[in-house]
């Protein structure tokens, strides 16, 4: 079991936005805003989409956005596309003897 | 450029110890607030991160798998090594190496650069 909960799946149609949630505790998502997110297409190697709760790296398009509330953050993609078919994970800064926990993660169907 | 490769054996018994060598270019792991880490992800399950070792060679470990997980540098090698004791069937995964992000300004906790990854089999 991951320390982090997150849906198993998700989906939605090309153009439209959907959400990703991420529920952790006050040790973890609640205690930090420290939340990343990662794109897993399959087959290659994880990348980052988010860091810091909301903030994009460069070249990560700004149809990918990030929010927390309390022990929740969620991934929002907007203007689905069939390229944003992938896995999504979660991962939270859990404290210096911890350093960071992932979620289960949510495979994203676009349909 | 910044990239990052895996090697390692492809296959192990279970009992025996997993070595797995991260080695990296673009970037150096002196410069100050550097860290590299290693993850894994068992097929089909969730990734789950592993170990960390910082610029200055203070290193942080998963709670759950502290008592088997040994990280090293070379840095001269730009590389990094993971070792894993008593590993397991279950400990079967594809094994990452990453770098730590280094954006201004932010918290740096989490994983900006990615290997491909390496799957590691455990089975007699």
């Known amino acids: 079991q991951s320390a982090l909960t997150q849906p198993r799946s998700v989906s939605g149609s090309p153009g439209q936005s959907v959400t990703i949630s991420c529920t952790g505790t006050?040790?973890?998502?609640?205690?930090?805003?420290?939340v990343s997110w990662y794109q897993r297409h399959p087959g290659k190697a994880p990348q980052l989409v988010i860091y810091d709760v909301s903030e994009r790296p460069s070249g990560v398009p700004d149809r990918f956005s990030g929010s927390k509330s309390g022990n929740t953050a969620s991934l929002t993609i907007s203007g689905l596309q069939a390229g944003d078919e992938a896995d999504y994970y979660c991962c939270s800064y859990a404290g210096n003897y911890n350093f960071v926990v992932f979620g289960g993660g949510t495979r994203l169907t676009v349909l | 450029q910044i990239t990052l490769k895996e090697s390692g054996p492809t296959l192990v018994k279970p009992t025996q110890t997993l070595t797995l060598t991260c080695t990296f270019s673009g970037f150096s792991l002196d410069a100050s607030g550097m860290a590299v880490g290693w993850i894994r992800q068992p097929p089909g399950k969730a990734l789950e991160w592993l170990a960390l070792i910082y610029w200055d060679g203070d290193n942080r470990y998963s709670p759950s798998l502290r008592s088997r997980l040994t990280i090293t540098k070379d840095t001269p090698k730009n590389q990094v090594v993971l070792t894993m004791t008593n590993m397991d069937p279950v400990d079967t995964a594809t094994y990452y190496c990453?770098?730590?992000?280094?954006?201004?300004?932010?918290?740096?906790?989490?994983?900006?650069?990615w290997g491909q990854g390496t799957l590691v089999t455990v089975s007699s």
């Open positions: 006050s040790s973890d998502v609640g205690g930090y805003n420290f």
């Open positions: 990453a770098r730590r992000g280094t954006y201004h300004g932010s918290s740096g906790y989490f994983f900006e650069y």
